[in-house]
């Protein structure tokens, strides 16, 4: 009894210094510091724009060690735990209305771009914000906590503007202060759409952008590894399609070589992949070419005339099938903003 009485009140003397007793969760030592916040408008096509009362949403966290390109070097910026709302939750009850809905109705062409007050700009895809495995890891933190090494005890240096946090993102350069506007829109470029197409065969695809068409390609490139990821293949609207494991190489050791990670495209660069029957989806470059959770973008190359072939885009990290495009035809890059 005498012990248990002399644990408390050391654990309540600990808590009138402000210090937290150790548990096993490393993320939660350091004191909690609050951000100020502005409001956030919701704008594009949807059918309900206006302001947002994020204190309604269900408060989530995550954990990013912030690291930033500069002069063609990794720069480690800090270690933090983020609490904020998610932007999946934010969008959540937005309802879609598409420009392009008569033409095009699937919704993997939508991206979102967010500004802040100083006018930066990043862009997400909508399938890495709500096709992903793992959700909720996109947000507009209030909140942060420094993740301190308990050897050397440095303490990285603090945001004291709201933020949003891309905890999948390696180089964090679409964590900008202060985002006060969400803006949902479609991508404009136009495509021939042919509904069931069978069979469907492309043997070669081009990589361009919005000046030129950069390369063709019909072989895969020699000295690429070649890699097996497991696979349980679910789609949407059809449910499981297979278990079969896809082979190919990592899409983004291919598009390095025409499209590099400098800071514009880290933040506002965009792909839209189409497959011969007009099928097409957009991804944001961070996601495809930016990634510190090795859920990588494969690109399988089929037996010849294969249907789906010769060339299709498995997307590792998200968990519904419906941007795995086959037959794929091209590949355009886009800076949005710049040369939309």
Known sequence: MKKLILLTIAVTMLSFQGLKAQTNDFYDDAETIKLKTTGIELLGEIANPGKINVGTLPLRSVIVKETLLQDGKDKFVGAYRYDGYSLYDILNLSVLKKKNEADFPPIIDLYVEIENDKGEKVVFSWGEIYYPIHRHEILVATQVARIVPSKTKDLWPLPTDSRLVVAAD??????????TRITV?????KYVITKGMNPMYCGSFSISNDLKKMDEISILPAG???????????????GIHGTTPFNGILLKELLSKYIKPDENNLKIGLFVIAGKDGY???????EVMNRNDQAEFLLTESEKEA???AFMVYPAADFFSDRALKSVESIHFVSIGKNE
């Open 170 to 179: 390696l180089l964090n350069h679409r964590n900008i202060s202060n985002p």
């Open 185 to 189: 829109k479609s991508y404009s470029g």
């Open 224 to 238: 690429l590894q070649k890699l097996t990821y497991p696979a349980v293949f679910y789609g949407r609207g059809r």
């Open 280 to 286: 097409h989806a957009a991804y944001s470059f961070s």
């Open 307 to 309: 249907d789906g072939g």
